[in-house]
């Protein structure tokens, strides 16, 4: 859904799917050079793609963090922790730990081709 959106709204060149896993704990960040857009403005963050986000991550106990500053991109970070402890509604919270860096992390770049921006 991140890479549908950024392909539909972002004019962005670059995008970044950095995966980890160290065995206990999961997490994905998809990252892209695109317009980005304002965190508060109205429909962006309920829009029906971040609406669907919140809800699977949320469905399976993750937490979802959208981080956006217009002209500079956006970037989104699921994180499925068990050990955390649970929240009514994980996905509302900014996770302030990041994910475990090791050599199980998978890196994709990928550059979009003009007729698909």
Not at 11 to 35: E, F, L, P, S
Not at 108 to 114: A, D, I, K, M, T
Request: glycine share 8%.
């Amino acid at each position: 859904e991140a890479v549908t959106n950024i392909e539909r709204h972002a004019k962005a060149t670059r995008v970044r799917v950095t995966w980890r896993c160290d065995g206990d704990r999961a997490a994905i960040r998809i990252t892209d050079n695109g317009v980005g857009f304002e965190m508060g403005r109205a429909g962006r963050l309920d829009s029906y793609g971040m609406l669907g986000m919140r809800e699977r991550a949320s469905s399976i106990g993750a937490t979802l963090d959208i981080h956006s500053v217009p002209g500079q991109g956006t970037s989104i970070t699921c994180v499925l922790d068990p050990n955390a402890a649970p929240t009514p509604d994980r996905t509302n919270q900014r996770s302030t730990q990041r994910p475990t860096t090791d050599a199980s992390a998978i890196r994709r770049e990928r550059v979009l081709s003009p007729n698909r921006r």
